[in-house]
């Protein structure tokens, strides 16, 4: 999923469902409006997310830090 926000950034998000996993779920519909904190899907059993961040994004969370959805502030856009 690509996120393009009002000031022109773009964020993507990748699902990768696992051996275990091979379900992800979206909400989301092309073009839908999200709101920070919004949830877009989820994969089930777990598995990873990959986010793609501007450059210019200043990223707040350190290496091996535990992130919680909704919660942890991952980056600082401009």
Do not use: C
């Amino acid at each position: 999923i690509a996120v393009k926000m009002k000031n022109g950034s773009e964020i993507l998000f990748r699902q990768i469902a696992g051996a275990l996993a091979r379900r992800i779920k979206w909400y989301v519909k092309e073009g839908q409006p999200l709101h920070q904190g919004d949830e877009f899907g989820f994969i089930k059993f777990g598995s990873r997310v990959d986010i793609f961040l501007p450059l210019e994004a200043k990223v707040t969370v350190k290496m091996g830090e535990v992130t919680k959805g909704g919660r942890t502030v991952i980056a600082e856009l401009p």
